[in-house]
């Protein structure tokens, strides 16, 4: 689909309520994105389309948070290759107007001019006559998109996003350290470039070490990897390893301490990277923050309502991926059935509210129906769970 016509408001009200459509005009915010090649790869929340020549921005998005992306593309006659998406979140307000010009060096969009009252004010005066070249939010996504991050506000938005405000499907690395002469590599005592490797393993120790260029990296709060509390005994540390409440309490009162329940909004922000940012560590962040609030035996009797939201969070969000998404290709081990039959498993368990039992058996119930998990069969990894000790720390 082509943002190229210029009666997108009259099919938007055709397919929307003219009420809901009248009152996003009068009050949705507008984007304006002008000097967008034809055929970028541009979208906002939950669709995307291929810029037309007439494409100006996007009108009548409803106030709040949104995520605009886009992937610059190369013309046909130099192959149209699609280079990697590029994201931002938004918060808007009511009739608001952001405005940015395309950079082609950077092949990104430029919002400084936003900051510029009397250009913005300029486009004010003539949206009308801007308008047909802008096209209406699609708003038949706006319910899912909702759902999926209903708890992610701006605030918590601004703390995980990169420091840059870019979300890149590929990080920007550059070299831990620069080695740029040979006498470089012998001052690090590391394997020269000058000679033929021997191994495939040589090869790879003479690669150069990268790190995320400052600034372009995700800020997830990071997941403590000692589970027990300092001068804990044999016992204790064996619990804490089986029983994740003490590494999930630690992470809540370092990084969420003012609002625990801000950890469903981290879970549904690296939900949104991955899913729609193309963003793999989103992916990775929200196994294992998934991993920790399932595995949290204790946290479940305690935190009645963050359990609750945990259940609504991932109705929407399994409802978006095809069942066998989370399958290992090569061991054929599901991550999520093994987690969630951990959380079922503690759900019906003492202690736990009886709301969030018979929800957790609801939710059971329906992802065994849509997706033919088996969360009652043995797993296959019962056997007894080896932990380290600390220093010093020994067994009778």
Not at 173 to 181: K, R, W
Not at 271 to 300: D, P, Q, T
Not at 326 to 341: E, G, K
Request: charge should be negative; hydrophobic fraction near 35%.
């Amino acid at each position: 689909m082509k943002y190229n016509r210029p009666d997108m408001y009259a099919m938007a009200t055709v397919d929307m309520d003219p009420e809901v459509a009248r009152g996003l005009f009068e009050e949705g915010a507008t984007v304006v994105l002008l000097g967008v090649p034809e055929g970028t790869e541009l979208g906002i929340d939950y669709k995307s389309w291929q810029v037309g020549p007439r494409f100006r921005g996007v009108k009548m998005i409803p106030p709040g948070l949104h995520f605009l992306h886009y992937c610059s593309s190369n013309a046909p006659d130099r192959g149209g290759e699609t280079g990697p998406r590029t994201g931002l979140f938004l918060t808007l307000k009511p009739r608001e107007i952001l405005l940015a010009h395309w950079d082609p060096k950077e092949e990104d969009l430029d919002f400084s001019a936003t900051q510029d009252e009397d250009e913005v004010g300029r486009v004010r005066a003539g949206l009308r006559d801007l308008d047909p070249f802008l096209g209406p939010y699609p708003y038949e996504v706006m319910r899912k998109w909702v759902s999926l991050t209903d708890r992610v506000n701006q605030e918590l938005a601004t703390r995980l996003q990169p420091l840059s405000g870019r979300v890149c499907a590929f990080s920007d690395v550059i070299p831990e350290l620069q080695l740029t002469h040979t006498k470089d590599r012998d001052e690090q005592n590391l394997p020269r470039n000058d000679t033929e490797c021997q191994s495939m393993r040589e090869g790879l120790d003479r690669l150069p070490r990268m790190k995320p260029r400052e600034g372009t990296e995700l800020r997830f709060s990071p997941i403590p990897t000692q589970t027990y509390p300092p001068g804990a005994t044999p016992a204790q540390i064996t619990q804490c390893s089986l029983d994740l409440s003490y590494a999930l309490d630690s992470l809540l009162e370092k990084h969420h301490q003012q609002q625990p329940l801000n950890v469903l909004g981290e879970l549904q922000f690296a939900f949104v990277c991955f899913l729609i940012g193309n963003v793999y560590e989103g992916f990775e962040h929200w196994k294992r923050l998934l991993a920790l609030l399932c595995r949290s035996e204790e946290a479940m009797r305690q935190r009645r309502d963050l359990y609750l939201g945990l259940i609504a969070v991932l109705y929407h969000q399994l409802g978006e991926i095809p069942p066998d998404f989370f399958v290992d290709i090569v061991s054929q081990d599901n991550f999520l059935t093994s987690t969630l039959q951990d959380f079922f498993q503690f759900a019906s368990g003492p202690g736990v509210d009886g709301t969030l039992r018979k929800r957790a058996e609801k939710f059971k119930a329906h992802l065994t129906k849509k997706f033919r998990w088996d969360f009652e069969v043995d797993p296959d990894d019962c056997e007894p769970v080896v932990v380290e000790l600390p220093d010093g720390v020994t067994l009778d």
